[in-house]
């Protein structure tokens, strides 16, 4: 049996509580939240102990999961690392990459599991494609939100977009090559509406948009690839793929088109996507790597990167930021 602690349970903290109370070999010990609101709601609900010292809590756990804000995270995280705790932590890793950086290392140093909270890459409308030979050479993203006071510690690159940066690096085996940003700063202190251009060392380009005061929710990707594309919407959970047919391709819809290469023909599939809980397969993979000593699928290597590419971001539109 697998000893949890939460750290932070607000409103996405409540999530993870839900969803640790349903994962077999885990038995939730405690949590630890400042806010007096938050803590006698979750002590009233779940029946689970306050502790009021993070050492403490550490200490009774096997694995710590943090879900604090962001400059809060890599106090939390090194000192559970230096006492041989795995960590769950959500995005962005850390608050800089000095520390992005030290927690890296000492991961390595102390032989612990760490996973980032990268939760897109979990949604079943990416699960959809995990099988499909991918080799995107323009990627295409808009995610777009209501405004939300929640989060806005952090610009709209660290808060929204760093999911989709950590899709598109999992994706693009290549180094990047350069990178293009422009921002808006409307209702916070820092960009609230963001494009970026991203071009890879392999020719491959990325565009992303990313706001936070938009009037309807968007999360879609769409991937052009050679004889091949790809469309999710991770809002929707959905995926469609439209590439040249091949001859084992079936229960896919077809049509001839004439090309000045002769009659080509075309398929499209919409992949069936079953209902599930993004969040809980996350902690449940986590789960697995520590059982089985395997490498967790988002590790601290893969939330650093997608932190270092967002950082460089900033840098241009910090250059660039307009003032609404």
């Known amino acids: ?29 405690g949590f630890f939240d400042p806010n007096n609101e938050n803590a006698r709601e979750v002590v009233e609900k779940y029946g689970l102990k306050r502790f009021m010292d993070e050492e403490k809590l550490i200490d009774a756990c096997d694995i710590i999961d943090v879900i604090t804000p962001t400059n809060q995270h890599f106090d939390i995280c090194m000192l559970a690392v230096r006492k041989g705790k795995h960590v769950f932590v959500e995005k962005p890793i850390t608050h800089t990459l000095k ?29 959809a494609i995990k099988e499909m030979s991918l080799n995107p050479m323009f990627i295409e993203v808009h995610r777009l939100a209501q405004f939300n006071p929640r989060g806005t510690e952090v610009s709209v690159i660290l808060d929204l977009m760093i999911h989709d940066i950590d899709i598109i690096l999992s994706l693009v085996k290549s180094d990047v090559k350069s990178i293009a940003a422009s921002g808006v700063t409307v209702m916070t202190d820092t960009p609230d509406i963001a494009n970026v251009r991203i071009e890879f060392n392999n020719g491959c380009v990325a565009n992303l948009t990313s706001s936070r005061i938009s009037m309807k929710k968007m999360r879609k990707m769409r991937l052009f690839q050679k004889d091949a594309y790809i469309g999710i919407d991770f809002l929707e959970k959905k995926t469609e793929i439209i590439k040249l047919k091949q001859p084992d391709d079936t229960n ?35 789960i697995n790597a520590i059982i089985h000593n395997t490498p967790t699928q988002v590790s601290e290597i893969d939330g650093y990167l997608a932190m270092e590419v967002a950082h460089q971001i900033l840098e241009k539109i910090n250059s660039t930021t307009i003032l609404v």
């Open 1 to 29: 049996m697998l000893k949890v602690g939460v750290f932070g349970v607000g409103h996405l903290g409540k999530f993870h509580l839900n969803n640790w109370k349903e994962i077999d070999g885990i038995k939730l010990v």
């Open 99 to 127: 520390e992005g950086k030290a927690l890296v290392n000492l991961v390595k140093e102390a032989n612990v599991k760490l996973q980032v909270g990268h939760v897109e890459r979990f949604n079943p409308a990416f699960l």
């Open 252 to 286: 896919v819809f077809s049509f001839d088109i004439d090309t000045p290469n002769g009659k080509k023909t075309i398929a499209i599939a919409t992949p069936s996507i079953a209902p599930q809980n993004a969040i809980k397969l996350e902690l449940e993979s986590f």
